[in-house]
């Protein structure tokens, strides 16, 4: 049996098995959908693949069987998303030198590294370090950690989060950012890109779970691998190694060079702040690489719009995960990320469904299953660059991303308050279900810019993303309190790990609730000639501006 015909089989067994309700979304198919794309038939899906041409032959099938049109360029299913693929090898040197006296480091205990340069070999050898605050450059903020530092040839050194996430009232950060609430200047994304605009040949992170928002498990999760699109060679990142410097291993390597890192996490809170040399010390580190071009791919299924098809509403969800790895207590070696996130495929699925089952929206539906978002957001990224209708006319981007899996809730969770109107939209929603909506509970995760509707924001696509773990839901069994544990579960046991699985604590039926609501935002604005906009204060507001009158 081909790929293809298997899929098709899959596909239709699902379609088949259970009764349309075209206007609630039902626990029963969502899991079906679940258990399907986290089996071990689609290896833990990872870009590059066979897991990856499964999965891809699997949504096709399933999106043509539920009667959608091909959305992608040229009338095909897929947009084909070239990716640069990169894995260390076993370490030949890891030390930190201080003194004269180099100190071993173990992959995975004290740092964490990766690579996106595309080479069979990368080292680094006996570079100076330099402690760069937060590492933020952001004049509209007049915020400058960097003051001229020359980093070529070094390894920057910096703190996780925005420079005001532990600042207390009368110290200069208080205000510049976003508090507790993470600006993307606090995430490592753009404390590596930063790096490279300087030209350093490395750049480490100092880890700590709060500011973070996730623990160091995660971090070392994807086991040397990377991502990154192909790019030119004058594009490629200067850094040779990029990662993190686990908490304890930092204090000890600042010590070493007679630093104190809380009085420097203290002084990375005023604008007086300069980057500091960690006198006497040097990193080193050499790796051989494995390094291919993979063709990856998004898939694009569409539904027309009868009398606007040219404006679009776009859902979203990722359909990669992190593939093989170690096994786990259990012995499993999949990462298949049964919540992360193919219960948001599952969600595009049932979404579809009930628009086929009703009449021809106005405006055209757009459904994008995204490649590598695990990777860096870089499937959606791709489109983003890439858009195959134009982003000035597409109405909103509607991000599905984790589901809270413990049943059904008094509330709805937010991400991003104050961003745009649909937060308005969702408000509106879920008042028909009789819920309300709770701001993010754990702004300081950054999670508006840490999944795919990020890459449409960044150009002024108005977005809206529903993620479970974003805060504790008031849930109707156990309130607040359960709504807490079960965060604190998943993030701190399953996220990005083996035990992302179905398993018989799932409740789906408040996730179906958190589905419709998606569903009835998007088919209102399918329905209507109404365009979302961005809220005054918000960064992503000049670049829609710019396009208004398109949509006159």
């Known amino acids: 049996m081909t790929i293809r015909t298997l899929a098709l089989a899959l596909a239709l067994g699902l379609t088949a098995t259970l009764p349309v309700h075209a206007q609630t979304v039902e626990p029963a198919r969502l899991e079906q959908s679940v258990r399907t794309l986290a089996s071990d038939l ?35 299913w897929v947009q084909t998303v070239p990716l640069l693929h990169t894995k260390l090898g076993k370490a030949e040197a890891l030390d930190v030198a201080q003194g004269g006296t180099a100190t071993p480091w173990t992959f995975g205990k004290q740092v964490y ?30 915020w400058d950690d960097f003051k001229g530092v020359d980093l070529k040839g070094k390894i920057a050194v910096f703190l996780i989060n925005d420079p005001d996430f532990e600042a207390v009232k009368g110290e200069d950060a208080v205000g ?116 291919e071009v993979v063709q990856s791919a998004n898939v694009l299924a569409r539904i027309p719009g009868a009398k606007r098809p040219d404006e679009t509403v776009m859902y979203g969800a990722h359909w990669d995960a992190y593939g093989k790895g170690a096994p786990d207590a259990q012995g499993r070696i999949y990462r298949a990320g049964a919540n992360d996130d193919a219960l948001g495929i599952a969600s595009l699925f049932e979404i579809a469904r009930a628009f086929k089952a009703g009449p021809a929206p106005d405006r055209s539906i757009l459904f994008a299953a995204w490649t590598a978002e695990e990777r860096g957001l870089l499937g959606s990224e791709y489109y983003a660059v890439n858009p195959v209708y134009p982003l000035d006319k597409t109405v909103a981007n509607l991000t599905i991303d984790i589901l809270q899996t413990a ?133 992503f507001k000049a670049v829609r501006d710019k396009s208004a009158a398109t949509r006159k």
């Open 42 to 76: 689609f290896e833990g899906r990872a870009p590059g693949t066979v897991g990856e041409e499964r999965t891809i032959g699997y949504l096709v099938a399933r999106f043509e069987a539920l009667g959608l049109e091909p959305g992608g360029p040229d009338g095909q």
């Open 113 to 142: 590294l990766s690579t996106l340069q595309p080479r069979d070999h990368v080292a680094v050898d006996k570079a100076p370090l330099v402690f760069v605050g937060h590492g933020v450059s952001a004049p509209e903020r007049g």
């Open 176 to 291: 510049k950012f976003g508090g507790r609430t993470m600006t993307y200047y606090g995430r490592w994304a753009y404390k590596f890109e930063e790096a490279a605009r300087r030209g350093a040949i490395g750049a480490l992170i100092v880890h700590d779970t709060p500011g973070a928002g996730y623990g160091w498990n995660v971090v070392v999760s994807p086991g040397g691998e990377n991502y990154d699109l192909v790019r030119a060679p004058d594009k490629v990142t200067s850094l040779a190694v990029q990662g993190w410097i686990e908490g304890e291993a930092a204090k000890a390597l600042f010590a070493g060079a007679g630093l104190d890192l809380a009085a420097l996490r203290k002084q990375a809170r005023s604008k007086a702040f300069k980057p500091v040399a960690l006198k006497g010390a040097t990193f080193s580190a050499a790796f051989p690489v494995t390094q």
């Open 407 to 539: 049943g059904k809730a008094k509330d709805v969770i937010l991400v991003g308050k104050g961003q745009d109107t649909l937060e308005d939209d969702l408000a509106k929603a879920a008042a028909t279900q009789g819920r309300v909506v709770t701001q993010e509970s754990l702004p300081e995760r950054g999670l508006f810019y840490r999944a795919d509707h990020f890459s449409m924001a960044k150009r002024g696509v108005p977005v809206l993303l529903m993620m479970g773990i974003a805060g504790a839901s008031d849930l109707v069994d156990g309130g607040r309190t359960a709504g807490q544990a079960w965060v604190d579960a998943y993030t701190g046991k399953c996220y990005h790990q083996a035990c992302d699985a179905v398993d018989e604590t799932w409740k789906l039926d408040g996730a179906a609730q958190d589905i419709d609501l998606m569903l009835d935002i998007g088919r209102d604005l399918a329905n209507s000639t109404r365009w979302p906009e961005w809220k005054p204060g918000s960064e």
